[in-house]
Each structure stands twice: as C-alpha cells, then as structure tokens.
C-alpha cells in the first residue's frame, strides 16, 4: 500500500476504512509466539524512518514494540481498556519499555499518526495522550467525513488551523510514517494490527493485560 497524502484530503480512503473497521483485513488472533518470525531486539530497535517515542527505562529487562493502526478497533481496545495497566505495573516502574510504532491500513490512520507525532514533536507525552484520546474517540472520527471532528479533538490538544493543515500536507512526516510500516511488512513480516514484539517475540492479536503480565513476568525473573 501506497499511502499519499492527497487521497485523504478528497475522502479515498473510506473504502481501505471500511476493510479496516470492520476487521476483514486482520488475521486470525493468536497469544502464541510465532518462533519462525522471532528478531533480536537489537534488529528491532534499528532506526528507520521515525525516531521511537519510548516510555519506560531503557535499561528496563522486556521491550515491548506495538505495531498498531488508528483506525484499529481491536487496537483501540487495547490502548483504552489494556494499556493504562500495562504502563502502571510495567512501563511506570521501570519493568518494561515500551514503543508504539506507526502501521496504518489506510490514509485515515495514517493521517491520525500525523497528527500525533506533530503533537508529541518536542514531547512524547503529547504524542501519546493525543494517540489515547484519537483511539477512545475512535467511533467519532473514523468515518466518511473525518476532517471536522479531526479538527475539533486536535484543537482541544492545541492545533490552531494552520497548524492543523501544516501537519497534514508535510510530506516528510508521511514518508516517515510510510517507512517505518514497510520496513516491519520487509524486515519483520507484520501482517494486522494489533501485532507486539515482546523481546523479540511476535504475538498477533488482543491481549488483556494478564495474558500479556504472563509473557513478560518470565523475563523479569531471568527464564
């Protein structure tokens, strides 16, 4: 998939949406480690495209890698209902780091991430609360007119119009964006949303946030 910013501007990707939010493009779930596609995390952590936007320590023993998509339902759950856990037992106290990467299934989402990194562009925090907010009203911009209510949730995070347009015609970013989802399609075999790289494991699928406590509690305890 190409993304290319002007077929969000006229409305195209409704069509790419639709497959998306109705869950047709995604596979099968499986809380199984698929072996076969297992990387270092050295190879994982490789730059490409845009810098990781990393919470938790970096000397943390588990680092946890999303791959998700904004116009994910299934990745929406996770972050409104799994996340907040996630980050209070492992992210916050050092356990575990974790980064969201950019895998967009249409120009919408990938238009959303934009508007993210924008926000976070001097603070990762912004970046992430934008994304939070973005996922929990999901249902209010994923839809066949995404601009308004865009422009309404961004302003709230501080966009002004101009600003709001800039963000959204600046190619670079989109390139960006672009690269990092190819490279997890070339290097790591990414196929849906939402996709987790627990050290190095690739796990496809929703979680609740005991299964995912299940996989990462053996690495803090060395096995």
């Keep these: 998939m190409s993304i290319n910013r002007r077929e969000f501007c006229q409305g195209a990707a409704t069509a790419a949406l639709a497959t998306a939010v109705f869950g ?13 596609d297992s990387v270092s995390v050295a190879e994982l952590m490789k730059p490409e495209g845009l810098p990781d936007l990393v919470l938790g320590s970096d000397k943390a023993p588990v680092t946890i890698v999303e ?4 116009t994910c339902p299934h990745c929406a759950d996770f ?3 799994v996340f ?5 037992q492992y992210f916050d106290t050092g356990k575990a780091r974790y980064m969201l990467r950019e895998f967009p299934l249409d120009s919408l989402a990938a238009a959303a991430f934009m ?12 970046y ?11 249902a209010t911009w994923a839809v ?10 961004t302003k709230q995070a501080g966009f002004t119009d101009a600003s709001f347009k800039a963000c959204l015609t600046n190619q670079k970013l989109l390139d960006g964006i672009e690269k990092v989802r190819q490279r997890a399609i070339d290097k790591f075999k990414v196929q849906s949303t939402p996709t987790f790289f627990i050290n190095g494991s690739k796990f496809e699928g929703a979680f609740e946030a005991a299964d995912m406590g299940k996989i ?3 690495h803090l305890k060395g096995g």
């Design 84 to 88: 907040p856990e996630l980050k209070t």
């Design 79 to 81: 972050q409104t209902n």
């Design 115 to 126: 508007l993210a990194r924008c926000a976070g562009e001097t603070d990762k925090n912004k």
């Design 216 to 218: 990462i509690d053996p």
């Design 67 to 70: 791959y998700a998509s904004m």
């Design 144 to 153: 066949e007119k995404p601009i308004p209510p865009l422009e309404a949730i």
């Design 24 to 36: 047709s493009a995604l596979l099968p779930f499986s809380r199984k480690a698929w072996a076969d």
């Design 128 to 138: 992430y609360a934008l994304v939070d907010t973005l996922f929990r009203k999901q």
